[in-house]
């Protein structure tokens, strides 16, 4: 049975991007695709948009019109959309994976409860590769132990708009969860001026900014006389949204709950 897909954004890169790989996968159908009222593509034909030919389906402005619980929606877009989006989500009884970050303190409390009203997947990163650096940082720190020090650099392109990365937070989360540190108190997010001898403690994240860098994570653990890096490239956005589609065939599936990519790969 094919799996109907909704792409919020899907005027935008990863929209394309998503509407492009959907339109190539057999099991799954491309049943809606939204955007902003503002956006001068709503009425155009996604396909179209993709690159991938006319799929008769045009963008519109009205998530609710197409989604249903038979249907999974993916969300890249922003976090006020994406919370428009998941309220919907819950109101129609649909699944929903949302890739999007950037979710202030208030945003992310109020999407922590929706996302436990449906079938939701919340990932600050949909790659399958980021989902297996998490857990090879857990092995490591657990392994390594306090003598080594973690420190996260990320870069992404220009236009990104929040910083650090959602990526390296959920980084850092990891690293603080194998090792015993607080990711509320531990995290330092940049450094200037006379900081002081490096808190024992500290996990350091580093944000990069330039060009059209799709996103890269590096997790240093720094030893003395050694040290251990663990990268990940993200060479386009399809690794993102291959992730992301893979995650909405598994999810269609599933009952009511919160979910991650974890989940999806048998690590829970």
Not at 101 to 110: A, K
Not at 116 to 123: G, K, M, N, V
Not at 221 to 241: D, K, N, Q, V
Not at 251 to 266: E, F, H, K, S, T
Request: include cysteine; aromatic fraction near 2%.
């Amino acid at each position: 049975m094919s799996t109907g897909m909704i792409v919020c954004g899907a005027s935008g890169r990863m929209g394309r991007t998503l509407v492009n790989l959907i339109a190539q996968d057999s099991g799954a159908t491309l049943v809606g695709a939204v955007e902003a009222p503002s956006s001068p593509e709503v009425g155009h034909d996604a396909g179209e948009l993709a690159g991938v030919g006319v799929l008769r389906v045009p963008v519109g402005t009205d998530l609710a019109r197409v989604a249903n619980p038979d249907t999974v929606i993916l969300d890249f877009t922003t976090a006020d959309a994406a919370l428009k989006n998941v309220r919907v989500a819950v109101e129609r009884g649909s699944a929903i994976v949302v890739g999007t970050t950037g979710f202030s303190g208030n945003q992310q409390t109020e999407l922590d409860e929706l996302a436990r009203q449906t079938r939701c997947l919340i990932e600050p990163n949909m790659s399958i590769g980021i989902a297996v650096l998490r857990r090879l940082i857990q092995e490591a720190g657990r392994a390594l132990g306090p003598d080594f020090d973690p420190e996260i650099v990320e870069i992404h392109h220009k236009m990104k708009v929040d910083a650090p990365s959602g990526t390296a937070l959920a980084l850092a989360k990891a690293v603080a969860d194998a090792t015993g540190r607080d990711v509320s108190k531990d995290v330092a997010s940049g450094r200037q001026g006379i900081v002081g001898r490096r808190p024992a403690n500290e996990i350091g994240v580093m944000a990069l900014r330039g060009g059209d860098v799709v996103g890269d994570h590096t997790v240093i653990f720094a030893g003395l006389g050694e040290r251990i890096e663990l990268t990940h490239r993200a060479h386009s956005r399809e690794c993102l949204a291959r992730g992301a589609i893979r995650a909405a065939h598994w999810l269609i599936d599933q009952p009511i709950g919160r979910y991650a990519m974890r989940d999806v790969l048998g690590w829970s």
